[in-house]
């Protein structure tokens, strides 16, 4: 046995089983945004929705919720085993380990069976005055009221004095048990089983609150609520700070930084889509109404006043001055998909317009490709980024030729988030997180290796994936017909 540090807490951190490959981006961004000190007790694995972590304080626990959209809850874990017998025996020696400190058993795993933990977390809570209720939480596994209820009185043990209140009591207890995350492999007895009294609640309510189906702007590509609050906390946007998204759409990025306190800028080559005349994209809507704008959106979530403003602009010329500092650039770029890549321009040489058609003149637009689109995105990040803040982006690829080597860099900016949203079988995009690391660098021009079209690669993956559907069909019908043609033959002879 050993004895661990009296002033930290162990907690039990319960995420949604959703977006897996963005959980350790966000916590860590917003672990370093507050500066929480954290040990792990477990190491985090992906094929787990939990992680065991210590922290000095209840404090830091809630801090570390009011921002995390992928935490489902917070636990201050009493005890944790592999069975219910010996979590039971673990609480029962816990309430008379009176040494103020952790009681952890040797494993060669590194994981101990036996977790004790000083008496005074659970006698903190066992006064009269203070209301409390156990709540029953399986994963992968369904109970009914009457198997929760059974599993609530087999800690009857536990010294608690106070009434139970079943709406918001003083104290809420979790018991929780682990099934893995297959559901097609639900084992008869739990993988794990915890114990411990509920601290806070992750922000999965503002999936409901900023839900696209209730917000009263928004476009072909409005990113969905979760996402855009997942970038926010990965650009570490905190109250003052001011946020730029160069391609910036309905605004959904703008609203996300917003509800963080920060105040937003947003520009778009797109005049129809910043004044809100593009065609409207939900079913049965003939125009669009006066309420819908960016402007509008932020007033739906109260943070209108934090709404600088959006600019009609070019990337490839934008016109920012050269002294000015941003915060955070969160942003999703345009593939060629769903959105043209355009910028202005012209493909005839020595093109000239008259000073008579110059006032009325609307300027065309050509290819802007992926690659430049990146190689300028970096570039700006270098030049008008605070020095240590972020920019956070999507980037489009094909999954099969994913290649980590090939993703957009610069001297400047340091790589120190990368995850994937699969969208298909064939197509990816990848969540790019930079921070800048120094200020003296000049513009990287284009790498000439850096040849990226994922419009190109998609459709035409995406066509040779189609034909060879057709012809696997073709095939399976031809194979039929010869098998029936032989069974008719065989019937005559």
């Given at each position: ?159 608690l ?22 559901p ?12 411990g ?35 926010a ?31 937003v ?14 065609r ?11 309420e ?47 959105e ?16 008579e ?29 605070e ?41 990816a ?12 660098a000049?513009?990287?021009?284009l ?14 993956m ?31 002879t």
């Amino acid at each position: 046995m050993q004895i661990e540090d009296k002033m930290w807490r162990r907690y039990l951190v319960w995420f949604a089983q959703e977006h897996v490959d963005f959980r350790h981006a966000e916590m860590q961004s917003i672990i370093s945004l507050l500066n929480i000190p954290v040990r792990f007790v477990e190491k985090p694995c992906v094929q787990k929705p939990y992680w065991i972590v210590e922290l000095p304080s209840e404090d830091c626990a809630r801090k570390i919720a009011s921002r995390s959209v992928l935490m489902k809850n917070c636990i201050e874990l009493w005890s944790r085993a592999r069975t219910e017998a010996q979590l039971h025996a673990n609480l029962k020696n816990s309430l008379k380990n009176s040494t103020g400190s952790w009681i952890v058993g040797e494993n060669s795993n590194g994981i101990s069976d036996t977790s004790v933990c000083p008496k005074e977390l659970i006698e903190s809570i066992c006064t009269p005055k203070k209301s409390y209720k156990v709540e029953v939480e399986t994963f992968c596994k369904h109970f009914t009221m009457k198997e929760k209820v059974a599993k609530i009185e087999t800690f009857s043990y536990l010294p608690l004095e106070g009434p139970v209140k079943l709406k918001n009591p003083d104290v809420t207890l979790a018991y929780l048990e682990f099934y893995g995350v297959d559901p097609n492999d639900v084992p008869e007895k739990p993988y794990d089983v915890f114990f411990g009294k509920w601290i806070a609640d992750g922000q999965r309510d503002l999936i409901q609150v900023h839900s696209l189906k209730k917000r009263q702007f928004i476009g072909n590509t409005s990113m969905d609520a979760q996402l855009a609050i997942i970038m926010a906390n990965q650009a570490q946007v905190k109250v003052g700070d001011m946020v730029l998204d160069p391609f910036v759409g309905s605004g959904s990025l703008l609203v996300a930084a917003a509800h963080f306190g920060a105040y937003v800028w947003g520009s778009d080559i797109d005049y129809l889509m910043l004044h809100a005349r593009t065609r409207p994209t939900r079913v049965g809507q003939k125009i669009r109404t006066k309420e819908e704008s960016i402007r509008g959106n932020m007033r739906q979530y109260g943070t209108e006043s934090r709404y600088l403003d959006v600019v009609v602009s070019d990337f490839s010329l934008h016109n920012w001055r050269s002294d000015l500092k941003f915060d955070a650039i969160i942003t999703d770029p345009p593939y060629g998909v769903r959105e043209p890549t355009e910028k202005i321009g012209i493909e005839r040489e020595n093109y000239t317009i008259s000073e008579e058609q110059l006032a009325n003149h609307v300027p065309s637009k050509v290819e802007y490709g992926l690659s430049h689109i990146y190689s300028d995105l970096l570039n700006f990040a270098a030049n008008h980024l605070e020095m240590g803040r972020r920019l956070v982006c999507w980037y489009p690829l094909v999954r099969e030729e994913y290649q980590e080597t090939q993703l957009p860099s610069h001297p400047c900016l340091k790589l120190v988030g990368n995850s994937e949203q699969v969208l298909s079988k064939l197509a990816a995009r990848r969540l790019l997180t930079y921070e800048k690391v120094q200020d003296d660098a000049a513009n990287m021009p284009l790498d000439p290796n850096a040849v990226h079209n994922f419009r190109e690669k998609y459709f035409t993956m995406g066509e040779m994936t189609r034909r060879e559907r057709k012809e696997k069909r073709a095939g399976e019908v031809a194979a039929y017909l010869a098998s029936k043609m032989a069974a008719m033959r065989d019937d005559v002879t």
